[in-house]
């Protein structure tokens, strides 16, 4: 077994362990630890020195299905830059959202469930990210649906969550049959004989890859994904469910689930359907920019510090779609990075919203106020993770939407064109990011404490490593995103990209 | 050393945050400490010639194949457009960053030496220091960056230092508000900074000033030249505070008084003019542009200085008298023929001079017992001597009495006007030339002359050495600094020059003399003596209400409007999207149960009903 | 010939609408053994002589015999008299009716109008007893193994359904 | 040893426990079931070693097809269902004595109960004969004999009106499709002139075939077999009868009469989807029967709060996926996939993944009362294995990737798209979205509430046999989901 | 008039609809059985006479008998258990009127 099996499968084994009865944190722990060594091995030894195909490295496959007229199925695996910084991703967000959830004892119901739940998202991710066979793509994304439906359903908070666990489920079922459909029609359109990806892939760079059914193809990818990444106007489950999901679901779904939509549009989408992707990325640029300014103003008037974070993820999602509109290498590797970067940053706003909720109930704006004078190291951290948030420089954000917006200006002309305007528009949205997420700062941290708050103890080292992890992550790269751009820019390289505008 | 100038700031403040913190008394000497090196540095980095500069930068994106040296002779500074992207921390160490890091390191040690006093006291001291040296780091950046990108990553983080600073006393309403204000307008002005550099780079292919510079004059698209070169200038109106994003820096007073004066007078609220001065080719080559920023500046000026006329904060008259100036200094930019040059001499000796107003009006206030309204001091001429004087002297340089720093740098600016024949500015910039002194003379003739009127100003003592002595050295400067001796190392392009202002003694001159005069005179007419203010212009003292319409804005977008889009989310997105398709559906389900009555014969019924269907299709 | 076909036509058919229309069901049960004994007629008209045979003993002779037994048992009286809303015989017969109408319209169009019977080759050399008997007990050995197992089940089934209840 | 002894050692197998249920006075009759399990386990282990025949002369031959390893596939499903049914029966014993026992004193106590464990078995051979036969006689027979057997067992309970009432319905409605199949046999014999599948498949590919005539035996023959499959709108018995059968009966009837009602309708089509001339009326038909059975199953489901109804209509719901892949059998079969491939997939994951939701039913039934949805709530609490079982089963039924379910769509939406059938393959998006919600409604229950009562909170015993039967079967649900491979490499 | 193939089909046919009819009209559990079994007995006509018409080496297709003979056969296995239901039903619910059995729905 390959050590890039063996991370994949390590979270899933340690859940099938949880369930039949090993210490459930303890063995969540030491799994999601081992996976997080295991992606620093594999980062370390990319050979970051393969320029331009973008190759897959510490590929294993094994044969699973050969029949006539079906593709063949292989379980396999391998890492290209791009899965390489998701694989990262999901590994600190895992670690830390093992970190931040609460002990067995202090579980309402079966901490081997919620452990075992957290332990199969996370697995899915990594699953999802690593995957060279199309289906165990989507298989190992869809693996964290249910334990996501059952997480919130069970642990989550208010007295909505039932519904709310529906809402996701539904929503993001249906984006994955759609999905579905896309792939393969995508598969059947070129060959049916395989899902290999990297094979799927190079078959569409032939010119009689119909453009018709391209088009078709992008447009149920677009949805499909679309509908994951809680693209406009499919994106009415995100916040409800991020605000009612227990911390560590809302973190790994947030901070690494999610990105599987953005994946599969640069992994999947962009390659296979060239052609499609032409004809509709225009679309795309005013979904995104639903996404940037519809929400951004949508994210203002909340009044929950959780939804307005819940708001703020869908918001943040048009940059990346941007990104990946702009279909240039640029543009591409600033999509991949933000969505490293989002990941944790969004984790890390939940995280410690999250401590805020288990210990003062409920998150409306309206009871909080000057909390930074009692809580200094929240204060501290929640401002840091702000700032991330909103896209200062220092923090990977920053960088990714750099690339991003270069990337989206990119091209032979001096002149306007849509995705010029649509980044315009885009930019703008870096106010509204920078007016909800200081607002609620200013209405949690600062400012006088209203007298009936009662405050807890700050943040004790055990609150504060998860969240350090993910902080000092979003710094070492926001200081040099170069550690990840060296991964992703071959990787982007060899995909067949098209451009928006 | 340039890399030394720019980190030690930022080791300081990460030390400072990651344990210092604890030991606050440790933290400001460190702070002070790091900032006299810096400052030691940069004077050694200023008289180090041309061997000085580095010329390594930093790669902080590289994504793909960088410009071969063909190409960049060849202008083509972008080969492979969407397929390459290199962004670098580096340096342009010339004369222009040369003595605008003195100024800022200068400054800056000023400001933390006196705020070691100011701040003794304080329980977030370790925080403050923290941010102080934060704000250096972000300033040196932004004065070294030798590109776009990253003067924009300090240009943001300037604003974060700034965030933090205004904020200090965040558990007070109005300097939480004030920070956040400050933090959003700015960002305002860098989305339309960031559009400009954007506009600039796929109009020039680079984002390196020296190679835009190349690239410039080959621009065929003049017409989104001047947008983007508008965009550009939109981040300066922000920063700088220029009308309509002048908003924030009165505010920004909420800040402990040693910040308004590094931050909200000296350098930071410079850097809008220090990056137009930066990127002068660019201006010089959009002509619109420069029009619009020489008649943002004067309109700036004006407002402010009328603004001032009415305010009684002392901070307040001194924060507008700071946007007024600003103005000048930005107007300056637009004018062209020497305009820049003359500008950025206004930005030093107004520094220095405004610097020392803010601290004198610390220690005022330090001394009053944080007591700001002018009308309840009084009388404190005797009470601080040092202080006295030295702020006199500041206020001299302000209103630019002949032969002080002022004089001569306000002098250039408006030659540089006249000479380019722009009478409606030139107009306005005298007539800020007449208000100036009538509001900074209401000033002190209101706080300094007279009697106190209250117990706090009764009872003020002198401040101690720690802070005097930065007050000291700071008026040597404000009268002083436009001479060769000082702006020498300064100023590449602009001092002093007292032969080629008797050469051409003409209009400004005699103007300005008038105004200062005229100024004066009438402040000393209307205020001698007076314990209430005699003249009432609500329009000024309200600000022209802009703060209002501001407001009035801000709550139409997330009162109204936000507040709309949030219902029609709720209520029309989601039930579209979601809800609908769902109801439909449970609908549709419940319709079809409706076939299962229960009835056996029911169900042969539509058996044979179907089956008839099914056989009339295939038969017929 | 015809004569004869249009005898037991008529008959098969009024037996059957007989069956739908008495309220009584033992009236119902002898229609039903007219219309079987007509349906025979029409089997040996066909030249299939031990079918025919067989559908009046099995049909009329035994399991029409078990309907009337079971009528008897249970004591079923004729129908309620209480109509039956209208709308299930209209719609009851406008099915059948429709249905009828579909397969006259098959018979018109499906190949098989204007056919006349091919005649037999020759007479019968052996009866078609001895052939079926040969397909059953040769050929079809396995169906039959199978139907074997049907009944046996269908028995068992019917010994336990049919146990005596205690009052 | 031939395949047709099969057959015979499942027939012999059930007359032996009629023997021993009469003559030996066995103490506590479950212990037949479990003889019948191990008989049937026999055979099935015998399966794999049936040789294929010399010769396929003889007279068998004409009504049995020579092992093909989809038939061999489909013995295997019917004979892992009736074991799995027997599990289910020796748990759902007490009732069956409940509703059945003779009463009369000096009877034995479980009188009934034999006859409830051996009559599967008799099916059992029915269904193994339905897989090989090719003949319009043998599935005729084979045919009835399962449905015979079912109707008796869906009325087992005699003295309950729910199985006597569901008993009824389905006599009714069967006999009525017997008839309609009999007539369509008659007519596709006329059209015809044969009874063998391969002479008929033979004549109806000739252009000359009188279209009217064919369509109208198709279209018969097609009514019979989709109220077997429950295909809508012949679907209606299927709630009731599934509702009120013993529930150990609904398992066999929705695994055994579905893969009854689809491999004979595999058999019967094929030879009309094969037929030129008939291929794009019958192709129609095909697809509006699925995209209505699709739809109304799936989507009468939704609101339906009886778990065995809602089973029911989710049963509905995947013969509407099987019709899907039938529907869009691909018209040059040189490398295109097969309807036989997704059908035969389709119903082994369906057995699994339908049969351990029933074995949980059956465990639960002692401790729940009612059908009713509410009635699982805190189940997870009572056992989190029961719960984790019928988890599995819902995801896998709701078509989770990573399960068989997954496969057995996929399949069917595959074929569908590569016969362009956008209607039928829009349709089935929508279907089984709807699977999503009412198949998670169950976890709902299950995990989402408190019990409704306290004294409903006691921890739940699994009896050993079914909780083993449970454990192998949500493995191969994951295996079959992860590498179907498996299942496939078992027919193909 | 010469009797043709369509004659006896179309009694069959016709016989077949007034089974159907009586299936969907008649309350009584027995009279649909017995019409259900005329259903069957209808189509055994067409069968015999297809059988007749699709003559094997001169005789009547006797294939075709063989089958008709097991219909009657499943036929009557069917007509024994239908009315052990019928009687088991009866019994528990005093009844064989189609309407009254109808407590599961929806």
């Known amino acids: 077994m390959s050590t890039l099996e063996l991370l994949v499968l390590l979270p899933l084994l340690a859940a099938l362990a949880v369930g039949l009865g090993t210490p459930a944190r303890i063995t969540a722990l030491a799994a999601s630890v081992i996976v997080l060594a295991l992606a620093l091995i594999l980062a370390v030894n990319f050979n970051t020195s393969l320029e331009g195909d973008g190759s897959l490295q510490f590929t294993s496959s094994r044969p699973l299905l050969d029949i006539a007229g079906f593709p063949k199925l292989n379980l396999a695996f391998g890492l290209d830059g791009i899965s390489l910084v998701l694989v990262l991703l999901s590994a600190l967000v895992l670690l830390s959202a093992v970190l931040v959830a609460p002990k067995e004892d202090a579980i309402q119901g079966s901490p081997r469930l919620y452990y075992l739940s957290l332990l199969l998202i996370g697995g899915g991710a990594l699953g999802a990210f690593t995957a060279t066979d199309l289906f165990f793509l989507y298989a190992f994304h869809e693996l964290a649906l249910i334990p996501t439906f059952l997480m919130i359903g069970i642990f989550g908070h208010g007295e909505n969550r039932v519904r709310t666990a529906w809402t996701i489920t539904i929503f993001l079922g249906v984006g994955s049959l759609i999905l579905l459909v896309g792939l393969i029609l995508a598969v059947g359109s070129l060959g049916g004989t395989t899902f290999d990806i990297a094979d799927l892939t190079s078959r569409a760079k032939s010119p009689d890859h119909d453009a018709g059914t391209q088009s078709w193809i992008f447009l149920l990818l677009l949805v499909g994904f679309g509908i994951l990444v809680s693209l406009f106007p499919f994106h009415s489950w995100a916040a409800p469910a991020y605000a009612e999901a227990p911390t560590p679901v809302a973190m790994l779904h947030a901070g690494v689930l999610k990105k599987f939509g953005l994946y599969g549009l640069v992994r999947l989408a962009l390659p296979l359907a060239p052609a499609g992707a032409e004809k509709w990325l225009n679309l795309v640029l005013l979904l995104l920019l639903g996404n940037i300014l519809y929400i951004g103003l949508v994210t203002i008037a909340q009044k929950r510090l959780d939804r307005m974070l819940g708001y703020s993820s869908v918001m943040h999602m048009g940059y990346a779609f941007l990104g990946i509109a702009a279909g240039n290498v640029v543009g591409v590797s600033g999509a991949v990075l933000l969505m490293f970067a989002h990941g944790l940053s969004i984790a890390l706003l939940f995280a410690l919203a999250g401590w805020m909720r288990e210990r003062f109930g409920d998150l409306d704006f309206e009871k909080f106020g000057g909390l930074a004078k009692s809580l200094p190291r929240l204060g501290l951290l929640f401002g840091f993770a702000t700032f991330a948030s909103i896209g200062l420089p220092g923090f990977a954000n920053f960088a990714a939407e750099v690339e991003i917006f270069f990337g989206a200006f990119a091209g032979e002309d001096a002149g306007m064109n849509w995705i010029r305007w649509a980044t315009i528009g885009a930019l703008w949205g870096v106010v509204i990011s920078a007016v909800y997420m200081l607002r609620a700062y200013r209405g949690v941290f600062m400012g006088p404490k209203p007298e009936k708050l009662e405050t807890p103890a700050d943040l004790a080292w055990s609150d504060r490593l998860p969240v350090l992890i993910l902080l000092v992550a979003l710094l070492a790269v926001g200081f040099a995103p170069d550690l990840l751009n060296q991964y992703i820019r071959p990787a982007v390289n060899g995909l067949f990209l098209v451009s928006a505008g | 050393m340039a890399w030394s100038v720019l980190l030690l700031p930022l080791l300081v403040a990460a030390a400072i945050l990651l344990g210092l913190k604890r030991w606050s008394g440790v933290s400001a000497l460190v702070s002070t400490g790091s900032a006299l090196l810096t400052l030691i540095f940069c004077i050694l980095l200023a008289s180090g010639g041309e061997a000085a500069v580095e010329t390594k930068s930093y790669p902080w994106i590289s994504i793909g194949d960088r410009p071969s040296g063909e190409e960049i002779q060849a202008g083509n500074f972008n080969p492979h457009p969407g397929e390459a992207l290199h962004i670098g921390i580096g340096f342009t160490i010339d004369g222009l960053s040369r003595g605008m890091m003195l100024i800022v390191t200068s400054i800056g040690f000023l400001v933390h030496l006196f705020s070691l006093g100011y701040m003794k006291d304080d329980k977030g001291k370790s925080r403050y220091f923290a941010g102080l040296s934060l704000f250096l780091f972000s300033m040196t950046g932004i004065v070294l960056a030798d590109n776009f990108v990253m003067m924009f990553v300090f240009w943001e983080l300037v604003g974060v230092s700034s965030y933090i600073l205004i904020g200090h006393w965040y558990d007070k309403a109005s300097a939480a508000d004030a920070a956040k204000k400050a933090f959003l307008v700015n960002r305002i002005g860098d989305f339309g900074f960031m559009a400009g550099i954007l506009l600039v780079w796929i109009l020039t292919g680079s984002i390196y000033f020296d190679e835009i510079a190349k690239a410039v004059g080959g621009v065929g698209n003049a017409q989104l030249l001047n947008i983007a070169v508008l965009c550009v200038f939109c981040g300066a109106v922000g920063k700088s505070a220029q009308v309509p994003l002048h908003v924030w820096l009165p505010d920004a007073m909420e800040g402990p008084t040693p910040v308004s004066a590094l931050i909200h007078a000296a350098t930071m609220v410079a850097a809008g003019v220090f990056m137009l001065a930066r990127v002068s080719f660019l201006i010089d080559a959009a002509e619109f542009a420069a029009h619009t920023i020489v008649w943002v500046g004067a309109i700036t000026a004006l407002l402010a200085a009328l603004m001032a006329l009415q305010q009684n904060d002392i901070k307040r008259v001194l924060a507008y008298s700071t946007l007024s100036q600003l103005g000048y200094m930005v107007m300056a930019q637009g004018v062209g023929h020497g305009g820049s040059d003359a500008g950025m001499f206004h930005l030093y000796t107004h520094a220095f001079f405004k610097a020392l107003l803010f601290l004198g009006s610390g220690a005022v206030i330090y001394a009053c017992h944080h007591e700001q309204d002018i009308w309840k001091m009084g009388g404190l001429k005797k009470k601080l001597p040092i202080t006295f004087w030295t702020f006199a002297l500041g206020t001299a340089a302000l209103i630019a009495v002949p032969f002080t720093s002022g004089f001569w740098s306000k002098e250039a600016i408006l030659e540089a006007a006249l000479h380019e024949k722009l009478h409606g500015p030139y107009a306005i910039a005298i007539l800020v030339a007449f208000l100036t002194p009538f509001y900074m003379t209401r000033l002190v003739l209101v706080a300094f002359f007279g009697k106190p009127r209250t117990k706090d100003a009764d009872h003020a003592h002198e401040v101690g050495p720690v802070m005097w002595v930065p007050l000291a050295l700071l008026a040597f400067l404000a009268v002083f600094s436009a001479y060769g001796f000082v702006s020498g190392p300064l100023l590449a392009r602009g001092h002093a020059d007292i032969g080629h202002l008797f050469g051409h003694f003409g209009l400004t001159a005699i103007l300005s003399l008038v105004g200062l005069v005229v100024g004066v005179g009438a402040a000393i007419y209307f205020y001698k003596g007076r314990d209430q203010d005699p003249i009432s212009i609500p329009l000024f003292r309200d600000k022209f209400k802009i703060d209002e319409l501001y407001l009035g804005l801000v709550h139409l977008f997330q009162d109204a409007v936000a507040k709309g889009m949030d219902f029609a989310d709720r209520y029309l997105v989601d039930p579209l999207v979601a809800r609908f398709p769902a109801m439909t559906a449970l609908a549709a389900g419940s319709v079809f149960r409706v076939f299962n009555v229960g009835n056996v014969q029911t169900y042969a019924f539509f058996f044979g009903v179907a089956a008839v269907g099914v056989i009339l299709y295939l038969v017929l | 010939m015809s004569f004869l076909f249009y005898l037991f036509a008529a008959l098969a058919l009024f037996g059957g609408i007989g069956v739908v229309v008495c309220r009584n069901p033992v009236s119902a049960a002898f229609s039903m053994i007219l219309s079987f004994i007509g349906l025979a007629a029409l089997f040996i008209q066909l030249d299939a002589y031990l079918v025919g045979i067989l559908q009046i003993l099995v049909y009329a002779g035994a399991i029409m015999v078990l309907f009337l037994f079971i009528i008897m048992l249970l004591d079923v009286g004729a129908e309620e008299k209480r109509r039956r809303p209208l709308v299930v015989f209209a719609g009851g017969g406008a099915v059948a009716i429709a249905f009828a109408v579909l397969v006259a319209l098959v018979l018109s169009r499906g190949g098989t109008a204007g056919k006349t019977l091919p005649a037999l080759s020759a007479a019968l050399e052996k009866s078609d007893v001895h052939h079926i008997g040969e397909l059953l007990f040769g050929t079809y050995w396995l169906p039959v193994q199978i139907v074997g197992v049907l009944l046996l089940a269908a028995t068992v089934g019917v010994v336990v359904l049919s146990k005596r209840e205690l009052k | ?492 | 008039m010469e009797l043709t193939l369509n004659h006896f089909l179309f009694v069959s046919g016709a016989l077949f609809a007034i089974g159907l009819a009586g299936v969907l009209v008649r309350r009584n559990l027995l009279i649909i059985f017995m019409c259900l079994e005329l259903m069957l007995a209808a189509a055994n006509l067409t069968l015999v006479a297809f059988s007749r018409y699709h003559l094997v080496d001169g005789q009547p297709a006797y294939d075709a008998h063989v089958l008709l003979f097991f219909i009657i056969t499943v036929a009557a296995a069917e007509v024994a258990v239908g009315l052990a239901i019928i009687v088991a039903l009866f019994r528990s619910k005093e009844t064989t009127d189609v309407t009254q059995v109808s407590t599961m729905k929806y």
């Open chain 4, 1 to 492: 040893m031939p395949v047709y002894y099969l057959e015979f050692l499942v027939v012999a197998l059930g007359l032996v426990m009629l023997m021993v249920d009469a003559f030996a006075k066995l103490e506590d009759k479950r212990s037949l079931a479990r003889f019948g399990i191990l008989g049937l386990g026999v055979v099935f282990l015998l399966l794999f070693l049936v040789e294929a025949p010399v010769s396929t002369e003889g007279a068998i031959w004409k009504f049995y097809s020579p092992a093909d390893k989809l038939s061999l596939f489909f013995k295997g499903l019917a004979l892992l269902t009736t074991i799995l049914v027997l599990v289910m029966a020796v748990d759902y014993a007490p009732v069956v004595v409940a509703q059945t026992a003779n009463p009369e004193p000096g009877a034995h106590p479980q009188s009934g109960l034999g006859e409830f464990f051996a009559l599967p078995v008799f099916a059992c051979a029915g269904l193994m004969w339905m897989a090989s036969a090719n003949n319009l006689v043998s599935i005729f027979v084979s045919l009835e004999t399962v449905s015979i057997t079912f109707y008796i067992l869906v009325a087992y309970l005699r003295r309950n009106v729910g199985s006597l009432e569901a008993g009824v319905k389905y006599l009714i409605l069967g006999a009525l499709s017997t008839g309609f199949l009999v007539y369509g046999f008659a007519w596709l014999f006329g059209v015809t002139g044969s009874m063998e599948l391969p002479a008929i498949a033979e004549a109806l590919a000739k252009p000359g075939v009188n279209t009217t005539a064919a369509l109208f035996a198709f279209a018969l023959i097609l009514i019979a077999l989709a109220f077997k499959l429950g295909a809508a709108p012949f679907h209606l018995w299927i709630p009731d009868v599934y509702q009120g059968a013993p529930t150990p009966i609904t398992a066999f009837l929705s695994v055994g009469s579905k893969a009854a009602g689809a491999i004979v309708t595999l058999r019967l089509v094929s030879p009309f989807l094969a037929s030129p001339v008939l291929v794009a009326k019958v192709t129609t038909v095909l697809v509006a029967v699925a995209i209505l059975t699709l739809l109304i199953g799936n989507l009468a489901a939704l609101s339906q709060r009886n778990f065995k109804r809602l089973l029911g209509y989710s049963s509905v719901g995947h013969s509407g996926f099987l019709l899907m892949a039938l529907a869009s059998a691909p018209r040059d079969s040189a490398d295109a996939m097969l309807p036989s491939t997704a059908i035969a997939f389709y119903l082994g994951a369906y057995l699994l993944m339908t049969l351990l939701a029933f074995l949980v039913l059956t465990s639960l039934r002692p401790v729940i009362a009612g059908e009713d949805l509410d009635a699982y709530r805190g189940l997870a609490k009572r056992s989190p294995f029961l719960a984790a079982a019928l988890l599995v089963s819902m995801a896998s039924l709701a078509g989770i990737p990573l399960t068989a379910g997954f496969f057995g769509k996929f399949f069917a939406f595959k074929m569908a798209l590569d016969a362009g059938q956008w209607a039928l393959l829009g349709v089935g998006l929508v279907a089984a979205a709807a699977g999503f919600y009412y198949y998670l409604k169950i976890a709902v229950s299950m995990y989402f509430s408190e019990p409704a009562k306290d004294s409903d909170a006691a921890a739940i015993r699994v009896n050993p046999l079914a909780g083993t039967a449970m454990g192998v079967l949500m493995v191969l649900i994951v295996l079959a989901g992860v590498a179907p491979g498996v299942i496939v490499g078992l027919f193909s």
